[in-house]
């Protein structure tokens, strides 16, 4: 029997891709999908690309009847909305997937210091257990509230675990020079992503207090076992999805080429939405577009003795929906690749 | 057992395109590909996309060995390099797609006056169905040899078809401006589709004497049964996928958009890739990017009586490589939208 | 001395192309500039573009004090709030030129029509003249009013001129298929024009009744001197700057393609912005990006019979702003060119 | 009398630029322009963008003929091409601007590393100026060969003069991330720039070994008075013009963001073409498309202690042809503003 998943904020991009992914999946089936702006009509109105695939007609909300029958529930909800409806369904014992921010930031105060916030259910932090399969997978299987990560965090979190967990590097002198398509600021109309803006432009937005920084700096302190503090400057690029991270980092010890890939395929071995690319092949977001992978390349520059690190995904895929639903495979004891086989998009 | 597929010219963007859709059908695999420039290395060197998903050395091209065990050969060629190699495939009894633009047109004069070349082997001519499933599923089933029909034909004879098979249109009075995106142009370098040329940038090309007039008026010929002339004019726009035909006609009796609404129904009624838009919901090549769909909308103009007929899709796939699949599915005895059940993707 | 201009309605994108374009007349100078949004500020600080070249701190909008001292006033309004100050400015004995809609349908019931209001001065609307200096340069040179042709309309009315004029076609079987790039949408924030719906993205709009139709057929009629009416059918295109018109007409003589190039060539003799192009270098919007031009390019298809005729312009320049300025030029006895000696921006 | 000016390879993007931008030279006059690839044409045939502002047919070359009567020529050619040639046009005493690369390396050695050349006239080197006026006025006023800086070092030694001329950052740890429009690349048809490829994408290339960081290793080592390394890594971007660089700093000394704004208004007091921005206006490659200016913003990130440094440019402006017209105006005692007033084009 299929597993029957709910979603809950079911018209933004992060919806709308959960459902495109979730109808080819052979072991679940979206049985309800639920948003403020879309109820009474068939959620084909809101994402026209879907119809012919599936039928679902959103009901007024109502958690109780929401909830019911369901084995999982997906959250796309912005920051500060997820947290008191996770603690329900939490406590329906119906597992969650998070794809919002509220539960990515284990410490109360950090989550407030990031999101100006004061957390609705900080019992439940310990609870959850951050949904990024390549690092936490056993954790994973257990969990019952996983927390998916933000999508610039996939991107950077992947490209340096290998380099912190063997300290290779120093932890504190990280320059993470990310580039995001437009999809990356979601749905809602602002100035900056009117297309006459953004079209032909380029620029860095949100320098050193983007609220990513917190979950990553976390993550990246725990691979180190040991304070690590980012450099973080992420800029929009106009294309649809995408996002290259390019890090530059200082090594502490001696280290070749040879040395950075062998690290790496050994520390991925058995990840099978990694791809490990070299300077020849270096990572384009173009060759992720659509999949769930993440592209990555460690580059010793020799001439510098600086190690730089790329690393490609599509945001809306390993960087949100794909990876939420690689985290219910882990979570459900299914193949992590279950319907996410996904060559990307090309061209 | 899976159907064994060989794929010649696998280096461009529709053979690209048909591996990386086979990856996920499941009845058939691809076994072998070839191409002139990628001999020794895998396939995913060329379509770096496709990396994880599958490996395939590329061997030196004799025909004997590679059709050895096949089932079907899906040709991607240059027109004229494909009917010397059909013959040879036909004469061993193995099922052949041709997504070149050698088969398509059944009157060996109308192929030379279009490409200006004899052709290699005209007695194939009439043994070959083109491969439209919506007009020609019958013909396909028995087929031995499809003409997988060009992009701009599939977005045009889909739109008319239902007008011109009950004459409800003047024949000779047909406006028909297209808009591609630059895939549809191919992988070859040209001045025209180099990036800062095309960005930011619209024109029409082959005004009144592009290649695909012959095939398109060929068919709604044979639709209409009356010699039917187009005016066809196709426009270059800076996007990778996607056609927009929109489409003038002059209805030749009195009309309403309800009974145009309930002559596509009934015409497309069991197409399961056809989806019908109407006014509001207007064909948007973005819905189909991606998809083996082909949006229509038929609209009637009260104020000036004419038609207007807008038809999307994705020149890579239900233009050329879906649209192959989905006869390859025909042709044996499969569901048609096997490994095709595709939304778009959509942002 | 200078040319004293005041413009309402500055923040808008007209209204930024305006200053940059008057930046650099040598007879003209932008003396006051007034917006709701930006009261308070320097016009910089909602053009960052034009910072350095121009500082001009906008002021509550009082209507005698604006108009203390300007020679001419340009109003970049939406459709129904020029018409009142246009009654205003032109009982103070001040020239206007209105960017927007209300003076340019001559006929009360038709402008009610179109845009669903009733005139608020329809007294002027024959004092007015329609700002087309191609077509009407003598009335210009004595207008005190100016209502300054749509985009669309630019585009269509001069790529047709010539043929009603010399009555070679058939008026009543006129298809027009235009694409626009996306500045022609405006500022507004819309679900439309939103980065990820537009980009990689074509489809129609407004199929049959968008409201240039009206002042194309209005014009179009003067020039045929007789009833014409089309069918227009506007795209949305992911550029940012142009609009390509493929306009297809039926000829009621006979005629060749020297006929029509010696036409065109006649009848556009004295006007500098008319380029005239043929087939093996059809119109393209990016040659004209930045421009004053209107590259056309009328086109006999000799298989079929009809004419063709594409015209490409950059819709804020000729289609709006550099227009506009020409106007300007005309009503003060300047050369109609002078500040806008621009090649396009290529690439 | 207007300066007299010659181009020697004038159908590329630089060569189309510096025309299109000298039409408006009150001071200016292209007199003649040549390439290999245009003999007995006129120059609008390469840029059709320029036709109706000038007319210029292109002769055989021949270098004697050529330079008769003109004061000064500019070379766009590929590195190697011009050094011969800038030879014999100072021999004939006549000023000459360098596009390319061949002076813009002060010593041969340094030359040979990064363009794997030997240098036909080393000793010239010394009498050629890098034309980068913000630094170098003073010797451009008197120079006869001027080499025009490349695109990436001008954005770069621009944002980082200031601090390492007053020694306020560590001269070994300097970050440059890069981000280039596709016109950077040139009009030579490569894979990279073939529209389906890099529309939609993003990629680094070159990573530490781009032949640009020799120049900017020179001319910062100048201005630092010590040996600068850098880390330099440039990615190309679905744009047409711009580059931004995003450059991570690490100060050695105590400072705020009211001194780093101090430090670049005093610097750049007296620099027309050098615009500061701050947190909240963040350089845009919009904001300076088609304008010689460069946007810079240096910002403090208080949590970490760096400095970030953006700049912004039109990589055909003030990357190329524009600044290159500057420097014409320097060497000819012009205001360096002269047919460079030009607000950037938005949208």
């Known amino acids: 029997m299929k ?24 072991q679940a089936e979206v049985k309800k999908a639920t948003s403020r702006s879309n109820v009474g009509n068939d959620i084909t109105q809101v994402h026209p690309n879907l119809k012919g695939e599936i039928s679902l007609i959103e009901e007024e909300f109502q958690i109780d009847t929401f909830l019911k029958d369901l084995d999982v529930v997906f959250l796309a909800l912005p920051h500060g909305k997820s947290a008191p409806l996770v603690k329900e369904i939490y406590q329906k014992h119906i597992k969650v997937i998070d794809l919002g921010a509220d539960f990515r930031i284990k410490i109360p105060e950090d989550y407030k210091h990031w999101y100006e916030l004061d ?43 290998p380099l912190l967990a063997n300290k290779i590097i120093d932890a504190n002198n990280i320059v993470i020079d990310s580039k995001s398509g437009v999809t990356g600021a979601g749905k809602t109309l602002t100035d900056t992503t009117h297309y006459p803006h953004i079209n032909e432009n380029i620029f860095a ?48 010890k001696d280290i070749t080429q040879e040395d950075l890939d062998k690290l790496y395929q050994e520390f991925y071995e058995n990840c ?17 577009q659509g999949s769930n992978y993440c592209d990555i390349a460690p580059i010793f520059d020799e001439r510098t003795g600086k190690i730089i690190v790329f690393s490609a995904i599509d945001n809306l895929v390993k960087g949100a929906s794909g990876q939420a639903i690689q985290n219910m495979n882990i979570m459900f004891g299914l193949d992590e690749t279950m319907g996410l086989r996904l060559a990307g998009i090309y061209p």
């Open 205 to 252: 937005y949100k320098v050193g207090n983007h609220r990513h920084i917190g979950e990553v700096e976390q993550e990246l302190s725990l691979l180190a076992k040991s304070k690590v503090v980012i450099n973080f400057t992420p800029h929009l690029i106009p294309i649809d999805r995408g996002i290259l991270s390019s890090i530059y980092v200082i090594p502490v």
């Open 272 to 288: 099978p939405f990694i791809r490990l690319r070299d300077k020849k092949t270096l990572p384009q977001t173009k060759w992720v």
């Open 119 to 161: 957390h609705a259910c900080p019992e439940l932090l310990t609870e959850s257990v951050y949904g990024l399969p390549e690092i936490h997978k056993e954790e994973i299987k257990k969990a019952k509230i996983v927390a998916n990560p933000g999508c610039y965090p996939t991107s950077i979190i992947l490209a340096l675990a």
């Open 3 to 26: 597993i029957k998943v709910g979603i809950i904020g079911a018209t933004g991009y992060t919806g709308g891709e959960l459902i495109r992914l979730l109808i080819n999946h052979p």
